[in-house]
């Protein structure tokens, strides 16, 4: 094991040696100690430029310009962050909003879509993410339609009765990756992107509706604003279903009556939150600048090597995660039965940072700008020492609210 373990080592260390987006680190802040942080599925590291970014904003522009920044300063943020998420959707500015959480921009288009298209079934997946169940059941039940949570979903079944789709491009536990152009066409669709954006090539050019987070691989900090995406040609015939003044055509006239914006601000309903807004650009730019190309090129890489390490080293936990790239994402899930103790032991003993996902799964998140090839290696290498060692069983089983 120890030469299997060596061999890993030494080509961790060459793979750091020769990756082309290693300097990408030197523009994240490590304050921590020493921390193998592998969640950046669920919170991405801060990009240094944020602290400087956003005391601007506060002492400069809130603090001396007053509510004059609006149309100096914040409104001109929103539309320039706005081009650069449709640059990395491969869509236009006007089909793209800024705001809101993920849940609330989902509940607005499928608020909308569903009230728009007919067919009597809403359709998902059972393993979609909880929260976008609960949103998809609630709007299901507001227009009389079933919602259906299927076993799995494939572009090749029958929709013809389906008002509309909605599908996790990545599924938050087990990592597995839809092919999100193969839908194209047969059923209108809304995708949550929440675990692909950033590090997933993404083309949103033929799709119908899309959301998701900027705090993952966009390293926009906790809960930074989310986004929706809407097809050009749906924009005005759809309704906001939670109209507000914001998404008025006229928001200063201040007049008893709602007349939606001809845009997709109409899906607005107040006015942008500019500090979390600000905060997200930098991490944003980053991703632009490495190019997704790139990202997902080393996310594959990172991915690989982790899953076949642990596959030779670490056999008592079964990889969930799908062995072939085209069908996952950037983070792995590994199963076992004692996987809550396991993770704890991981970060309390050893400060190697993943999460858990019930009811029994560690997941590992490779964020490509910040994530070296040698930290694949140490969780490895601590995952088999956890195993070996049984210091797990020194972690209670009772878990906190967050996990």
């Known amino acids: 094991m120890s030469d299997a373990l060596n061999t890993f080592h030494e080509r961790m260390v060459e793979m750091d040696r020769t990756d082309e987006l290693g300097s990408f680190r030197e523009q994240f802040v490590f304050a921590e100690p020493a921390t193998t942080y592998l969640d950046g599925n669920s919170l991405g590291r801060l990009p240094a430029r944020v602290p400087q970014l956003v005391q601007r904003v506060v002492t400069e522009e809130w603090g001396r310009e007053l509510i004059g920044s609006w149309n100096d300063h914040w409104l001109p943020m929103v539309e320039r962050i706005r081009g650069k998420l449709a640059q990395l959707l491969g869509v236009e500015s006007s089909e793209i909003l800024l705001g809101d959480s993920t849940s609330i921009q989902l509940f607005k288009l499928a608020s909308a879509i569903g009230r728009h298209f007919a067919g009597s079934k809403v359709i998902t997946d ?23 949570l299927a076993e799995d979903v494939s572009p090749e079944d029958d929709f013809s009765d389906v008002a509309y789709l909605s599908l996790s491009h990545v599924r938050f536990a087990s990592g597995f990756r839809f ?12 995708w949550d992107l929440s675990h692909s954006v950033g590090v997933v090539p ?8 899309a959301v998701g987070c900027t705090y993952k691989y966009l390293n926009g900090g906790p809960g930074a604003p989310a986004f929706m995406y809407l097809a050009a040609e749906l924009v005005e015939a759809l309704e906001n279903p939670v109209p ?14 709602y007349v939606p914006s001809p845009g997709i601000e109409r899906f607005q309903i107040s006015t942008p939150p500019v500090l979390s807004v600000a905060a997200m650009e930098p991490g944003l730019d980053l991703v ?16 690989q090597a982790f899953i076949a390490a642990t596959q030779e080293l670490t056999p008592e936990l079964r990889c969930v995660t799908p062995l072939s790239p085209e069908s996952r994402g950037a983070h792995v899930s590994l199963a076992h ?7 704890q032991s991981l970060i309390q003993h050893h400060r190697v940072i993943p999460d858990f996902r019930a009811p029994d799964l560690v997941r590992f998140g490779f964020s490509p700008l910040t994530t070296r090839f040698i930290d694949v290696y140490e969780a490895v290498f601590r995952l088999r020492e956890v195993l070996d060692r049984e210091s797990f069983r020194q972690i209670p089983q009772q878990r906190p609210r967050i996990t």
């Not at 993404?202 to 509706?209: E, G, I, N, Q």
């Not at 507000?244 to 009556?257: N, Q, S």
Request: overall charge neutral; charged content about 20%.
């Open 126 to 148: 059972r393993y979609n993410f909880p929260s976008d169940l609960y949103v998809l059941e609630q709007c299901a039940r507001n227009v009389g339609r079933a919602l259906i």
């Open 288 to 303: 632009l600048e490495a190019g997704i190309a790139r990202i997902w090129e080393k996310a594959c890489l990172l991915t």
């Open 244 to 257: 507000g003044w914001f998404g008025h055509a006229a928001p200063f006239g201040f007049t008893p009556e």
């Open 202 to 209: 993404v083309s949103l050019r033929d799709a119908t509706a």
């Open 179 to 190: 092919d999100l152009p193969a839908f194209h066409g047969k059923a209108p669709m809304i």
């Open 337 to 343: 039965p004692e996987a809550w103790r396991i993770c």
